[in-house]
């Protein structure tokens, strides 16, 4: 089965400008809090609102992956990832509230991630996108200084398997089940698009073909379509998640 591979037009987007001004609102709002706080009780250090600002900075760091991942696996470069890392750290460098703050990290490199970046979508039924790095946030604060490492795993995966049975002539019923994960737990998709390979040619199924999608709301699907072909059927499945990250799966099914 010669391999799918769909070509995307990168668009670098404003998510991270997005990402930048939540974290600030978080942060400016922990700060009201916090200056309210020592109003009422002046030598109340416990006050200091440190682990809601490590949660904001996590979920920043998680938000800007997340991004990321959605751009390059659109055909976006896997540089956007440490470009948009290193704006975060500069954004977070800048914020002075309830102290100064600076946020190092390091791309995972090794013989799954290049950059920082997995996309492995083949032929066996299964498909990754994903982006890993490593943090460190030091935190130089009123009442304390703390050092927080960390880890950050943006993944969307999907498999597929399935079969077909024969009913009239050459025609087929495809029986399809494929399963959606952001980061191992159940996810939902956002559109999902099929393809069959004829003669060495990509075709889009639709509802001339019968296309049937249940889904089972816990990121499971069952996919059915009919095609006229005089052999197995190759596959390939297209799945955009709730998250905007692109995913594709191939595998062929044959008759059982």
Same mark, same amino acid.
């Given at each position: 089965?010669?391999?799918?591979?769909?070509?995307?037009?990168?668009?670098?987007?404003?998510?991270?400008?997005? *990402?930048?001004?939540?974290?600030?609102?978080?942060?400016?709002?922990?700060?009201?809090?916090?200056?309210?706080?020592?109003?009422?009780?002046?030598?109340? *250090?416990?006050?200091?609102?440190?682990?809601?600002?490590?949660?904001? =900075?996590?979920?920043?760091?998680?938000?800007?992956?997340?991004?990321?991942?959605?751009?390059?696996?659109?055909?976006?470069?896997?540089?956007?990832?440490? =470009?948009?890392?290193?704006?975060?750290?500069?954004?977070?460098?800048?914020?002075?509230?309830?102290?100064?703050?600076?946020?190092?990290?390091?791309?995972?490199?090794?013989?799954?991630?290049?950059?920082?970046?997995?996309?492995?979508?083949?032929?066996?039924?299964?498909?990754?996108?994903?982006?890993?790095?490593?943090?460190?946030?030091?935190?130089?604060?009123?009442?304390?200084?703390?050092?927080?490492?960390?880890?950050?795993?943006?993944?969307?995966?999907?498999?597929?398997?399935?079969?077909? &049975?024969?009913?009239?002539?050459? @025609?087929? %019923? =495809?029986?399809? &089940?494929?399963? *959606?994960?952001?980061?191992? @737990?159940?996810? %939902?998709?956002?559109?999902?698009? %099929?393809?069959? @390979?004829?003669?060495?040619?990509?075709?889009? *199924?639709?509802?001339?073909?019968?296309?049937?999608?249940?889904?089972?709301?816990?990121?499971?699907?069952?996919?059915?379509?009919?095609?006229?072909?005089?052999?197995?059927?190759?596959?390939? &499945?297209? =799945?955009?998640? %709730?998250?905007?990250?692109?995913?594709?799966?191939?595998?062929?099914?044959?008759?059982?």
């Amino acid at each position: 089965m010669r391999q799918f591979r769909r070509k995307f037009r990168a668009n670098s987007s404003g998510q991270l400008l997005i *990402v930048a001004a939540l974290m600030i609102a978080i942060l400016i709002s922990s700060t009201t809090i916090y200056v309210y706080e020592l109003s009422r009780e002046t030598n109340n *250090v416990d006050s200091y609102p440190v682990s809601d600002v490590i949660l904001a =900075v996590k979920q920043s760091s998680k938000n800007t992956m997340i991004s990321s991942l959605a751009n390059i696996s659109k055909g976006g470069e896997k540089a956007t990832l440490e =470009v948009n890392l290193n704006n975060l750290s500069h954004v977070l460098g800048n914020l002075h509230q309830l102290g100064m703050y600076n946020l190092c990290f390091t791309v995972v490199n090794d013989s799954r991630y290049d950059s920082g970046v997995c996309l492995s979508w083949n032929t066996s039924g299964s498909g990754v996108s994903s982006t890993c790095a490593n943090f460190t946030l030091n935190v130089q604060g009123i009442a304390a200084n703390i050092a927080v490492n960390y880890a950050v795993n943006a993944t969307t995966s999907v498999t597929i398997n399935g079969s077909y &049975t024969r009913l009239e002539g050459e @025609e087929k %019923l =495809v029986n399809l &089940t494929c399963q *959606v994960l952001n980061e191992e @737990e159940p996810a %939902l998709f956002k559109n999902i698009t %099929l393809y069959y @390979e004829n003669y060495g040619s990509w075709i889009q *199924v639709n509802s001339s073909n019968n296309l049937s999608i249940v889904d089972y709301g816990n990121g499971t699907y069952l996919l059915s379509f009919t095609v006229s072909l005089s052999s197995d059927v190759p596959v390939s &499945t297209h =799945v955009y998640d %709730l998250r905007d990250v692109f995913v594709q799966a191939n595998t062929t099914c044959i008759e059982g």
